[in-house]
């Protein structure tokens, strides 16, 4: 199984921790993940309100690349970047005024886009390619007593429902089955987290994560499991921040869903990214898999 990797820029930053899980996941799998050559940031969701072409041909780029590259998928661990690599395939093919002027812009820079490559989300790789079958064999820990708040984030089913539902999203409670965990009712799992407002607006975006962590809590679950760096840094983050403002204890561990799925493969926390995770260290699930030999 063979993809053309987009790695996104958040992944190089605060996003680390995705860029390590995701790998050492993929190792583990036996899915093969070739980088894009000179691939270039997306330009996220932000450049697309403020010069729709310019956004457009950014990220028409990077497909034009895999393409180049024999790619006939794609994928990416970031929920951001997945939407904004999609949303540029359906614009091109579905409005062809709009396709045409990104092409021509490409082939002004030596880059044929050619529409033969299909933008995956990692998530949906693992999970509809991998399979849970498969993931079950290499299960060496069950995730026993891990109750799990599935945070999809905004931008990983909407607007393209490609491999699940709008609103009531379940690939990643399917997983948590297949892992041992117990996936909790969550009806937050789609909710705005805010996004980039917590640097903008972070009165606005703190009380959104509040709500999310708060409901997660009620809920039962004592994880909340993310699949894109922005909503992992979000929720992760703040916590200190969120509990000494809205005076509630809403303290959860976050986990990406590849550092869960590496927990339960056994593999070394540090190798997942896990000591980037400012829930981790006073984690309850640090010390249960430290028990049976998974980290220190
Ligand atoms: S969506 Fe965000 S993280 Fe991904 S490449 Fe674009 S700007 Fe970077
Ligand atoms: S960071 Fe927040 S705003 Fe961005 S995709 Fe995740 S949930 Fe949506």
Same mark, same amino acid.
């Given at each position: 199984?063979?993809?053309?990797?987009?790695?996104?820029?958040?992944?190089?930053? %605060?996003? +680390?921790?995705?860029?390590?899980?995701? &790998?050492?996941?993929?190792? =583990?799998?036996?899915?093969? @993940?070739? #980088?894009?050559?000179?691939?270039?940031?997306?330009?996220?969701?932000?450049?697309?309100?403020?010069?729709?072409?310019?956004?457009l041909?950014?990220?028409?780029?990077?497909i034009?690349?895999?393409?180049?590259?024999?790619?006939?998928?794609?994928?990416?661990?970031?929920?951001?970047?997945?939407?904004?690599?999609?949303?540029?395939?359906?614009?091109?093919?579905?409005?062809?005024?709009?396709?045409?002027?990104?092409?021509?812009?490409?082939?002004?820079?030596?880059?044929?886009?050619?529409?033969?490559?299909?933008?995956?989300?990692?998530?949906?790789?693992?999970?509809?390619d991998?399979?849970?079958?498969?993931?079950?064999?290499?299960?060496?820990?069950?995730?026993?007593?891990?109750?799990?708040?599935?945070?999809?984030?905004?931008? %990983?089913? +909407?607007?393209?429902?490609?491999?699940? &539902?709008?609103?009531?999203? =379940?690939?990643i409670?399917? @997983?948590? #089955?297949?892992?041992?965990?117990?996936?909790?009712?969550?009806?937050?799992?789609?909710?705005?987290?805010?996004?980039?407002?917590?640097?903008t607006?972070?009165?606005?975006?703190?009380?959104?994560?509040?709500?999310?962590?708060?409901?997660?809590k009620?809920?039962?679950?004592?994880?909340?499991?993310?699949?894109?760096?922005?909503?992992?840094?979000?929720?992760?983050?703040?916590?200190?921040?969120i509990?000494?403002?809205?005076?509630?204890?809403?303290?959860?561990?976050?986990?990406?869903?590849?550092?869960?799925?590496?927990?339960?493969?056994?593999?070394?926390?540090?190798?997942?990214?896990?000591?980037?995770?400012?829930?981790?260290?006073?984690?309850?699930?640090?010390?249960?898999?430290?028990?049976?030999?998974?980290?220190?």
């Amino acid at each position: 199984m063979k993809f053309g990797y987009f790695p996104g820029c958040s992944v190089l930053g %605060t996003g +680390r921790a995705c860029e390590e899980s995701t &790998q050492a996941i993929v190792r =583990e799998l036996g899915v093969e @993940l070739e #980088e894009i050559e000179d691939w270039n940031c997306c330009g996220a969701t932000a450049y697309m309100s403020v010069d729709e072409h310019n956004a457009l041909a950014l990220a028409a780029r990077n497909i034009a690349l895999a393409e180049k590259q024999g790619a006939t998928q794609m994928t990416t661990p970031c929920s951001g970047c997945y939407l904004v690599l999609n949303k540029t395939k359906h614009y091109i093919e579905e409005y062809p005024a709009v396709g045409n002027r990104v092409k021509e812009s490409l082939k002004r820079t030596g880059l044929q886009y050619k529409g033969t490559v299909r933008v995956r989300h990692m998530l949906d790789i693992l999970v509809n390619d991998v399979g849970l079958d498969t993931i079950r064999k290499h299960v060496q820990h069950p995730l026993k007593g891990v109750k799990v708040a599935a945070y999809y984030g905004c931008q %990983t089913v +909407r607007p393209y429902k490609d491999f699940d &539902q709008y609103h009531f999203p =379940e690939t990643i409670d399917k @997983l948590c #089955e297949a892992l041992g965990a117990e996936p909790v009712h969550f009806p937050l799992k789609t909710r705005c987290c805010g996004g980039s407002q917590m640097g903008t607006l972070p009165q606005v975006a703190q009380r959104l994560v509040f709500a999310i962590l708060r409901e997660a809590k009620r809920q039962g679950a004592n994880v909340i499991v993310s699949v894109c760096p922005l909503c992992h840094f979000n929720l992760d983050s703040y916590q200190h921040d969120i509990i000494s403002r809205f005076k509630e204890d809403v303290g959860i561990t976050c986990l990406y869903y590849t550092q869960m799925m590496g927990l339960a493969f056994g593999i070394d926390p540090n190798t997942l990214g896990l000591h980037r995770n400012l829930t981790w260290d006073r984690s309850p699930l640090r010390q249960q898999m430290a028990a049976v030999g998974v980290g220190a």
